[in-house]
């Protein structure tokens, strides 16, 4: 049996490694209850034994008194006429694996089962055998034992607004922070986290853009307003006031990245020009002001 075995696993078969008793303690031992002592990595780092993934267990484990245990299809390429195998669900193990000797070992028989502690690797629990009776993976007794594996529980929940970790007793735990975030939400600022969440202060158009005054002849300068991204600015004749409604003599400096424009048009002689700005960004415009009368200035010079 373990010379047709070892024929078979040298017959081109890779191993995926074996992420059992990381720590090199001895941690690779499980007791069945007829068979004695079960090595779930009796070729030592590297060799055939298990492999503890996400979705399963793969590889071989070495049974003294039954030889070779399978625990997965995969092994022998035979998932096709008999797809058997152990899965991994965050830890809890189900399926079967298999033993010449031994017969199918069932990891969640009724009453009993294998887990793996997602945040200590260590396992823990009995699986069943109808030929080999419990097989434990564990005890605190006067001879203890265990399995353990590198593998670890993802206790990542994809939400920033939270700090993961990963306890041995309790198991992962989120707990919400206040770091500062990204909501999506163009028009929301200072995102910052609470309660889990992340959310901003609703952002509006900015307010009306203060301190306006040519600085020299041709250049017009602002004072910057809140939230805002860019500015436009409107330019008109002096003999066409009020301001609007639209195009006609009035000319626009759009989306302007700064607080001021420089005007290389001059009036015509005798006329002078007025300037108005506004401040924009990715939720509104801003007004231009009220006429001296109260009402809003309106053009729509400027998109
Ligand atoms: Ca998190
Ligand atoms: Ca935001
Ligand atoms: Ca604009």
Request: with cysteine; aromatic share 8%.
């Amino acid at each position: 049996m373990l010379l047709v075995i070892l024929i078979l696993l040298a017959g081109g078969l890779a191993f995926a490694g074996t992420n059992i008793d990381p720590t090199s303690d001895g941690s690779k031992y499980a007791w069945a209850e007829n068979l004695g002592w079960i090595n779930l990595q009796p070729g030592g780092p590297g060799g055939p034994g298990v492999e503890v993934s996400d979705s399963g267990l793969a590889g071989w484990a070495w049974a003294e008194n039954a030889g070779w245990i399978s625990l997965s299809c995969q092994n022998t390429s035979s998932c096709a006429t008999n797809a058997y195998g152990v899965t991994n669900s965050l830890g809890t193990l189900s399926g079967y694996a298999w033993s010449e000797n031994a017969g199918w070992i069932n990891f969640a028989p009724t009453g009993a089962g294998v887990v793996i502690n997602g945040c200590s690797g260590v396992f823990g629990g009995r699986a069943w055998s109808e030929n080999a009776g419990w097989i434990t993976f564990s005890s605190t007794g006067p001879n203890p034992y265990q399995v353990a594996t590198s593998w670890r529980l993802n206790c990542n929940d994809n939400n920033p607004c939270t700090d993961d970790s990963c306890n041995a007793a309790t198991g992962c735990a989120h707990t919400n922070n206040t770091a500062s975030c990204d909501d999506g939400n163009a028009c929301t600022a200072s995102d910052v986290c609470g309660g889990g969440v992340c959310s901003g202060t609703t952002v509006t158009a900015p307010p009306e853009t203060q301190t306006l005054l040519a600085s020299d002849a041709t250049t017009f300068i602002w004072a910057a307003a809140t939230i805002a991204t860019r500015y436009d600015v409107v330019r008109g004749g002096l003999g066409a006031l009020p301001v609007g409604p639209d195009g006609g003599d009035e000319f626009c400096f759009d989306n302007l990245p700064g607080t001021s424009v420089s005007d290389s048009v001059d009036p015509a002689p005798g006329t002078r020009f007025w300037y108005l700005s506004r401040g924009e960004n990715a939720c509104g415009n801003g007004p231009y002001g009220q006429q001296s009368n109260g009402t809003q200035r309106i053009t729509t010079t400027c998109p």
